[in-house]
């Protein structure tokens, strides 16, 4: 792996809500579900996002300040500059799978529910949002073959709350090998203590700020308060962002 | 031969079960990273430079691969002394049980501010406090480094020492100075009980067809690969001129490359990119191949070594 930039074209570019667009690279890249790279834009600034497709590259980009505003304005043919893959990404397990996402945690579920279903598992997707307008990729999801369940906050899709309760009424109704999740660090903390509790095995990729990416400054360490799981000084970009337990 | 090697050495009064000192700024942010660096075979640990005040540093991009070694200009991120002073704390609580010194590092802009700054660490009792005279990244905000000056690294170095009292102290050098001997020869006849050489390189990666450096901070220091002939080369001039341990520091990827550090006349070794380019094994990987070299050529102690390919 080297860590520098090279140059990719954007394809397209399309809306999948009020907030959030989907962006076509020109190029492949040979990545794992769960790796992100480092997206720059020249004057503007380098950000951390999760492979959302690597054939062709795809990321998936919330607008939520000065730089993914920028990569919204994007057009077809222009240039984005990447460093990556970087990180460790998931490993399925056994023949069932549930995939929790919260927000644009959906974004590395995507070529996990490719990959798992190409390999004739079993995959139950839960999606999580505040509210029906910010869910991410369920038609996909359900397209592809996946059983979907959805939470919102506001009751406006699915049942009413967190997604963790929705994972857990799953865990504790079905045969289930593993389950793999993104989403927000609160999101995260519990369900790795829910899996804890059920004694499931669990992999969760976590955020943290991202300077360096490359494991060196240690920004992006997770803290053990996180979950208590995780050994000292586990660094999201270098050792993650997925976390495997056992 | 069946000895095993004795890859120990001593700084002053400080004993280092092997040489390998983890360098300032690489995994020094938090107790908990320092402790890991340490579990995984670093003979001492380095804390992240602090300064006086807190610092978010540079904004991305504030690193980049390039094909000769790596460029950062991640701006002394740090939490300001008196933060600093609780987390060296912490270090030192959990590093107890290992007997694995922690050294601190500090940088200001004055040499009063240097004192001030070095007064409030020694409160945590760090083993060593590394004086970062040198950093290449925050010239807009600091001016030049005193490093370039022997005048000004001496006054920094006799503010720190006042200071600290009793806790030895290493002062960081630059590479990038037209006589490193001399520098070396003015902190030391200013008190400094060992020297750090080398810190990173100014240099500048430019992307062709951004038009632009990649660096948000334009240019940045060279470490890794790149760095090593130019710190073997300081190394080698400090080793002739002063008689202080020396924590050769610079593109030390390998325990060959650890071996040649000795071999122009170091006492430890400062090991900061080798996390990148050896993944979190590094220190372990480095150590077993210093030792296999040592079994090879029958070297039972790295002092039978120290300076030889640069002795006349
Ligand atoms: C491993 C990883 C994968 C990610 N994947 C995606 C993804 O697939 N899609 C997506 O939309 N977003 C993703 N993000 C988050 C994305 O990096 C931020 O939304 C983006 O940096 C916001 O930048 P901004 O300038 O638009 O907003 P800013 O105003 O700069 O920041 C808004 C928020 O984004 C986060 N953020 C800012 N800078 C960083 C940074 N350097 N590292 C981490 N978080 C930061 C902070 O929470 C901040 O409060 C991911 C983050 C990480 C760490
Ligand atoms: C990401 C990064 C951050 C650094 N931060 C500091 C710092 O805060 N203080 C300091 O004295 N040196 C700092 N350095 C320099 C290193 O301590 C070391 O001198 C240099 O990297 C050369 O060693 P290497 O080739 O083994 O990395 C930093 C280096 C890197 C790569
Ligand atoms: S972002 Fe620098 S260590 Fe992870």
Redesign the pocket.
Known sequence: MKADFFTVKIKRTVKLNHRTIWVEMNQTLDAQPGQFVMAWLPGVGERPFSIAGSAPLCLLVVDVGPFSQAIHQLKPGDTLWIKGPLGHGFSLLGDAAILAGGGYGAAPLWPLAQLALSQGMNVQVCLGARSKADLLLCDAFEEIGCELTLATEDGSAGETGLVTGVVEKILKSKKIDGLYACGPTGMLTALASLAKTYNFPYQLSWEALMR?GMG??GSCEVPQTCDPALPPGWLACFDGPVFRYP | MSKDPDLSINIGKLKLHNPLVL????LGTSASLLYRAARSGAGAV?A??CGPEARAGHPNPV?VEWEG??L?A?G?T?PGAKEEVALLKETKRQLAATGIPLFA?I?AGTPEEFGLVAGIIAEADPDLI?V?I??PNVRGDFGTPFAADEHSAALVTRAVKEAVGITPIAV?LAPNVPNIGRIAAAVVNAGADAI?A???MPGMVIDAEACQPVLTNRTG?I??PA??PI?LRCVAEIAKTVDVPIIG????ITGMDAIEMILAGAKAV?????YWYRGPEAFRLIIEEMKAFMIDHDIQSLEDIRGKAVRR
């Open positions: 360096c060196l400054c | 360098a300032s700024g690489v380095t992240k430079s690193m070694g790596l950062n991640i002394l740090n590092s940088f590394e970062n040198s950093c960081k750090t080398i810190n990173t220091g470490s890794g760095l090593k710190a520091t610079g593109g030390v400062g090991v900061g990119s080798a």
